[in-house]
Nanobody
Framework: QVQLVESGGGLVQAGGSLRLSCAAS????????MGWFRQAPGKEREFVAA????????SYADSVKGRFTISRDNAKNTVYLQMSSLKAEDTAVYYC????????????????????WGQGTQVTVSS
C-alpha cells in the first residue's frame, strides 16, 4: 500500500504561482512513477503531468506545458508540481497518483495505470 497526501492548494490570482506537494508513505516510493491529475467541476478527470521513478523522464499535458513543472525528491518521498502563470481554467481539485513502474524509464499518462491516489487539494485561480 502507498498512502498519498497532497498539500499546497489554495486561492491565487491569475498569473500567480503555487507549488503542490504530495507526500507518500508505505511501500518503496522510489519504484513508483508519479502523476498529477485534476478535475474541474462538471468535467472529467484529466492528466496534468507525470514523472518516472528516477525523475529523469517527464510528460505534460499540452495545456500546462511550459507553465507547470513536476519533480520529485525520493529521499523525502515527495513529488511536487510547481505551477506558474496560472489561469482561471486551471481551477480544479488536483490529485497525485502512484503507479508501480517496471523501470526508471517508465511513466504513465493514463489514470487507469495508477494504483494509488491521494484525496486531492483544491486550486482556485481568480481572474
Amino acid at each position: 500500500q502507498v498512502q498519498l497526501v497532497e498539500s499546497g492548494g489554495g486561492l491565487v490570482q491569475a498569473g500567480g504561482s503555487l507549488r503542490l506537494s504530495c507526500a507518500a508513505s508505505g511501500r518503496t516510493f522510489s519504484y513508483y512513477a508519479m502523476g498529477w491529475f485534476r478535475q474541474a467541476p462538471g468535467k472529467e478527470r484529466e492528466f496534468v503531468a507525470a514523472i518516472s521513478w528516477s525523475g529523469g523522464y517527464t510528460s505534460y499535458a499540452d495545456s500546462v506545458k511550459g507553465r507547470f513543472t513536476i519533480s520529485r525528491d525520493n529521499a523525502k518521498n515527495t513529488v511536487y508540481l510547481q505551477m506558474s502563470s496560472l489561469k482561471a481554467e486551471d481551477t480544479a481539485v488536483y490529485y497525485c497518483a502512484a503507479g508501480r513502474a517496471r523501470s526508471n524509464l517508465e511513466l504513465f499518462v493514463g489514470g487507469k495505470e495508477y494504483d494509488y491516489w491521494g484525496q486531492g487539494t483544491q486550486v482556485t485561480v481568480s481572474s
